[in-house]
Nanobody
Framework: QVQLVESGGGLVQPGGSLRLSCAPS????????MGWFRQAPGKERVFLAT????????SYGASVKGRFTISRDNVKNTAYLQMNSLNPEDTGVYYC????????????????WGQGTQVTVSS
């Protein structure tokens, strides 16, 4: 059974940082590219970042480029999203996902999803 479990969300002040983790199980981790998405209340799910199976290639959405960094550790079977310079518009539920493609830039390319972790940016 495939499971993706996100952690690391919480409440942070504007300008602060958080690091999200995603720990999948039930499949061979380095056979899948990973991605992160955000869904704000009443809005569609938005692509944030993706990383290839080896970790050698990354791509970012325009709203987070330069502030967020995606990474993965294929020994620890964990993907990460380092988020810096957070602002209130970054508030939402953050999801990690896995795709058999080498990279995934849209939600319909992903095969497996986590349950999400809430991030709230507020003073």
């Amino acid at each position: 059974q495939v499971q993706l479990v996100e952690s690391g969300g919480g409440l942070v002040q504007p300008g602060g940082s958080l690091r999200l983790s995603c720990a999948p199980s039930g499949y061979t981790f380095d056979h899948y590219a990973m991605g992160w998405f955000r869904q704000a209340p009443g809005k569609e799910r938005v692509f944030l970042a993706t990383i290839s199976r080896s970790g050698g290639t990354t791509s970012y959405g325009a709203s987070v480029k330069g502030r967020f960094t995606i990474s993965r550790d294929n020994v620890k079977n964990t993907a990460y999203l380092q988020m810096n310079s957070l602002n209130p518009e970054d508030t939402g539920v953050y999801y990690c996902a896995a795709t058999i493609k080498n990279l995934g830039l849209s939600s319909d390319e992903y095969d497996y999803w986590g349950q999400g972790t809430q991030v709230t940016v507020s003073s």
